[in-house]
């Protein structure tokens, strides 16, 4: 895998000039758009961001816009947007042809350990584009993936035609009027001695119910763990942290500064507060806090 590049800092960045290929409804409010934009593509990871440029909403914080799938051949990008109204609404009105500009690729993504060979890649409906390119990382690097997601019903699923038929695909409805009834975590331990490792990304609730299992994955499976050996711990948000993980969570955050500065995307780390847009967004579950500070 390459490596990534390093985040850019500045708002004085020009960005790529994006032209939209394609624009697809894939569940009501929710639309997959496709880019020509071959300097992202040819640098972004899964798991990173874009800051949207153009068009701009109001306010001084810059949009940021993950980015749910890539083609370095073909120079393409996907993004999966909602059309309600929000920071990034307005990419959803563009029709084919027209252009936006993104800075990018942004932050720290998700790492895939060499040696895994079982992927599992776990969202509700609202943050799957945070983890999507993760399936097909997985597949053209002939892993197994396996792909659970939860909704409220099924009007809210993602089309399986849109996903490789190389992935499994298995969905969780509350309501039950799709795939398993109940939450997703519910599916957790059907799949967690089959992964190598885990990718996921959700409300807090969510992450924070993944954190627990993985926290409990080795006892149920009978895995035992020595002390923690002495010396430098891994760097929040370090690669090496992150590949030794068997969960990784992308954090979300709806807009940035660009620089790092702003503490508008803090989240709560064992060790302190960590920015999502420099340290993140993926982190590697451990390096969270899950629980209120006494």
Same mark, same amino acid.
């Given at each position: 895998m =390459? !490596?990534? !590049? $390093?985040? !850019? /800092? $500045?708002t004085t960045d020009p960005g790529e000039e994006a032209r939209l290929l394609e624009t697809r409804e894939v569940t009501p409010g929710r639309h997959l758009l496709t880019w020509a934009a071959p300097m992202v593509a040819r640098g972004v990871q899964p798991g990173q961001f874009l800051h949207l440029l153009a068009p701009r909403t109001q306010g001084l914080l810059l949009p940021v816009v993950p980015v749910s799938g890539f083609d370095r *051949? =073909?120079? /393409?990008? $996907? /993004?999966? *947007? =909602?059309?309600r109204p929000g920071s990034v609404a307005g990419l959803a009105a563009l029709r084919e042809g027209d252009a936006a500009r993104f800075v990018g690729p942004l932050g720290r993504g998700f790492v895939i350990d060499p040696r895994s060979r079982y992927l599992l890649v776990i969202a509700d409906v609202q943050s799957f584009g945070r983890v999507r390119a993760v399936v097909d990382e997985a597949v053209a690097s002939g892993r197994q993936v396996t792909v659970l997601l939860g909704a409220r019903s099924v009007a809210e699923v993602y089309p399986s035609s849109l996903l490789p038929d190389e992935a499994e695909y298995v969905v969780a409805t509350v309501d039950g009027s799709l795939g398993h009834r109940g939450e997703v975590t519910e599916l957790v331990t059907e799949y967690e001695a089959w992964a190598d490792q885990c990718f996921a990304a959700g409300s807090s609730s969510l992450v924070a119910r993944l954190a627990a299992l993985a926290k409990g994955r080795d006892a149920r499976m009978g895995v035992a763990r020595l002390g923690r050996r002495r010396g430098r711990r891994p760097e929040p948000g370090g690669a090496d942290a992150r590949r030794k993980a068997w969960l990784q969570v992308a954090l979300s955050h709806a807009a940035g500064c660009a620089l790092g500065v702003c503490a508008g995307c803090t989240a709560d780390g064992a060790d302190g507060p960590v920015r999502i847009c420099r340290e993140g967004p993926a982190f590697a579950a451990s390096e969270l806090r899950w629980e209120p500070r006494s």
């Amino acid at each position: 895998m =390459a !490596r990534p !590049r $390093t985040p !850019r /800092t $500045t708002t004085t960045d020009p960005g790529e000039e994006a032209r939209l290929l394609e624009t697809r409804e894939v569940t009501p409010g929710r639309h997959l758009l496709t880019w020509a934009a071959p300097m992202v593509a040819r640098g972004v990871q899964p798991g990173q961001f874009l800051h949207l440029l153009a068009p701009r909403t109001q306010g001084l914080l810059l949009p940021v816009v993950p980015v749910s799938g890539f083609d370095r *051949v =073909a120079g /393409t990008i $996907t /993004t999966l *947007v =909602a059309s309600r109204p929000g920071s990034v609404a307005g990419l959803a009105a563009l029709r084919e042809g027209d252009a936006a500009r993104f800075v990018g690729p942004l932050g720290r993504g998700f790492v895939i350990d060499p040696r895994s060979r079982y992927l599992l890649v776990i969202a509700d409906v609202q943050s799957f584009g945070r983890v999507r390119a993760v399936v097909d990382e997985a597949v053209a690097s002939g892993r197994q993936v396996t792909v659970l997601l939860g909704a409220r019903s099924v009007a809210e699923v993602y089309p399986s035609s849109l996903l490789p038929d190389e992935a499994e695909y298995v969905v969780a409805t509350v309501d039950g009027s799709l795939g398993h009834r109940g939450e997703v975590t519910e599916l957790v331990t059907e799949y967690e001695a089959w992964a190598d490792q885990c990718f996921a990304a959700g409300s807090s609730s969510l992450v924070a119910r993944l954190a627990a299992l993985a926290k409990g994955r080795d006892a149920r499976m009978g895995v035992a763990r020595l002390g923690r050996r002495r010396g430098r711990r891994p760097e929040p948000g370090g690669a090496d942290a992150r590949r030794k993980a068997w969960l990784q969570v992308a954090l979300s955050h709806a807009a940035g500064c660009a620089l790092g500065v702003c503490a508008g995307c803090t989240a709560d780390g064992a060790d302190g507060p960590v920015r999502i847009c420099r340290e993140g967004p993926a982190f590697a579950a451990s390096e969270l806090r899950w629980e209120p500070r006494s």
